[in-house]
């Protein structure tokens, strides 16, 4: 299960980094970036990557 949860938290933050990109390449574009969607997709980079901390770092749970 832990492997499971890092192989998310890895495709989360993957995520997370196009979506960062994509605002970066849109603000550098001739057309400009529309606002919305570009806080919409920060907003969204943030919560994949605060997910992805939280299920990196989930202890395994023992079964005694």
Do not use: D, E, H, Q
Not at 5 to 20: D, Q
């Amino acid at each position: 299960m832990k492997v499971l949860l890092k192989v998310v938290a890895t495709l989360f933050v993957a995520i997370a980094a196009f979506l960062v990109y994509a605002v970066v390449a849109a603000a550098g574009s001739a057309g400009g970036a529309r606002v919305g969607v570009s806080i919409g997709y920060v907003a969204g980079a943030l919560v994949l990557s605060s997910l992805a901390v939280v299920m990196w770092r989930r202890p395994g749970r023992s079964s005694n």
